[in-house]
């Protein structure tokens, strides 16, 4: 008999792929402001909170603003994200993740949401996925920051729920050792040899069933 009895789920990057969007924005900002932004510095933005990520494409472009001026860089490229954001729909949902909400749900497991995200809620609206959720843990509730366990913590208490009783579903390092920190079963979403210290890694939810969170 499983003792699961909670999944809490990252949003950006197990849910959909936002990415993508992520780093048309972050790309249109380094270019207003004089530099590139590739791909692959994209990748290091992955879990990273809003304003980390900034120092983080600051360091790339090698410029050092006031803290005034970053609010407004943040500010800027929050627009341009929301502004795409905004488009989302149904068919981005990734593939197989309302389904196995859907067999969690029917199974009488809780379903929380902890992410870093402030869009959390626009998203999921946007999804349609919202009803899912008995809990939403995003980044206007926490103060600190994955790998820190505070928004997975919040998440068991506001389902009542033991941490050692829940999985977290993760696509980032930072996330995962969150998960770890918060003493909970973590299952990676994404390739093996990248998510150190996950329970399990799968490249996606295609196919999840019950049986993904035994353990
Ligand atoms: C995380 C993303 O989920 O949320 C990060 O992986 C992002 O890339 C962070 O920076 C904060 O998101 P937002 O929408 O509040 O800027
Ligand atoms: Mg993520």
Not at 119 to 126: F, R, V, Y
């Amino acid at each position: 008999m499983s003792k699961t009895k909670a999944c809490l789920f990252d949003l950006d990057g197990v849910v959909v792929d936002t990415a993508k969007y992520h780093y048309l924005a972050w790309k249109r900002l380094a270019n207003s402001l004089g530099f590139d932004f590739t791909h692959k510095d994209n990748e290091r933005l992955k879990g990273v909170s809003r304003m980390q990520s900034l120092e983080i494409l600051l360091s790339i472009g090698k410029i050092k603003p006031s803290d005034e001026e970053k609010s407004k860089m943040a500010e800027e490229k929050n627009n341009w994200y929301v502004e795409y954001i905004s488009k989302l729909d149904e068919n981005e949902i990734l593939p197989g993740v309302k389904d196995f909400l859907i067999e969690l749900r029917r199974n009488g497991i809780k379903i929380a949401l902890g992410s870093a995200s402030k869009n959390s809620m626009l998203i999921l609206n946007n999804l349609n996925l919202t009803s899912y959720f008995d809990a939403i843990i995003d980044g206007n509730k926490v103060s600190k920051a994955k790998p820190d366990p505070e928004v997975f913590l919040l998440g068991a208490y506001e389902l009542k729920v033991h941490p050692s009783e829940c999985v977290v579903f993760e696509d980032a390092q930072a996330g995962i050792d969150a998960a770890k920190a918060a003493n909970m079963k973590v299952i990676g979403i994404g390739q093996k040899d990248v998510l150190l210290n996950a329970d399990k890694v799968f490249e996606g939810l295609s196919n999840a069933d019950m049986d993904i969170i035994e353990f």
